[in-house]
């Protein structure tokens, strides 16, 4: 007799894989529209189940500025979560090759809540339906299925909100290779901050050396680290700019917080 042993084997994309797409990629709600849709669908050639579930999480990083996420399975009050609140329609599904399927959020929150942004992750996990199996000897086969575990973000909001970003430290190391420069990032007000990252570096003509972009997601605090290599910088002054741009009504139109002006930091440093 054929012994057939199955494996799982979990991956987490962000919110695009190639076979499963999903859009859009955070949901909006509020007080007046407590209902939001989602859609996901099967690029693939095979059909795949698809589950729905909702975790509390953030990103976070450590000293060193390395990012990771964390999630609370049991979030208590001190935290934003509006987990327990959200409900799926349908939660469970299968998904023939080239279908799609729109999947429907509603929340209820509990009266009276305090002002400001909550959020759950939306985990939609994909398993193919019929995973090939594969002969590893006599009379064994083994079968893989993969979990495609994507992670999208719904947004609420209790006005009146606010957000913001103070700078608690901005500063560079140098070492034989880089110019690693360093920001902490504290939130302020009652909701995340959404918005654009730039930090450059100009010589003394005001040239700029080098420059980097990123989006920038800070919901409580973060340590953001760039590097650029050293062999950019001759010998010689520079200052390092650091810009941040909200920028949240390009994500959701319907945000309630008001526009702010770009926040500036710099500071000059030596190249040896």
């Not at 693939?44 to 450590?62: K, L, R």
């Not at 893989?144 to 609420?156: A, E, G, H, M, R």
Request: aromatic share 12%.
């Amino acid at each position: 007799m054929k012994k057939i042993i199955t494996v799982l084997a979990f991956l987490i994309y962000g919110n695009t894989f190639a076979q499963i797409i999903i859009s859009p990629y955070i949901l909006y709600t509020d007080a007046k529209n407590k209902f939001g849709t989602f859609l996901v669908q099967n690029e693939s050639n095979e059909v795949y189940e698809v589950d729905i579930s909702f975790v509390f999480g953030y990103p976070v990083t450590d000293s060193s500025g390395n990012a990771t996420m964390k999630y609370h399975d049991r979030p208590d009050s001190s935290f934003a979560s509006a987990t327990q609140w959200i409900r799926a329609f349908p939660r469970k599904f299968a998904l023939n090759p080239k279908e799609r399927q729109i999947v429907r959020m509603t929340v209820n929150p509990p009266v009276n809540i305090s002002p400001g942004t909550y959020w759950s992750r939306i985990v939609t996990s994909a398993t193919q339906q019929s995973p090939p199996i594969d002969t590893l000897g006599e009379g064994v086969r083994t079968q893989i299925k993969f979990v495609l575990n994507q992670i999208t973000t719904l947004l609420y909001r209790v006005d009146p909100t606010a957000t913001g970003i103070e700078v608690d430290n901005f500063y560079a190391e140098i070492d034989s290779g880089y110019l690693t420069i360093y920001a902490r990032l504290m939130r302020t007000g009652n909701s995340p901050f959404f918005g654009n990252l730039r930090v450059s570096a100009r010589n003394s003509s005001s040239e700029i050396v080098a420059e980097e972009q990123q989006s920038l997601s800070i919901y409580f605090e973060m340590i953001k680290k760039i590097q650029f290599p050293l062999d950019k910088f001759p010998p010689g002054k520079y200052t390092v700019e650091l810009e941040m741009v909200f920028n949240e009504k390009e994500l959701f139109a319907e945000s309630s917080l008001k526009p702010l002006p770009p926040i500036l930091e710099y500071f000059t440093i030596e190249i040896p």
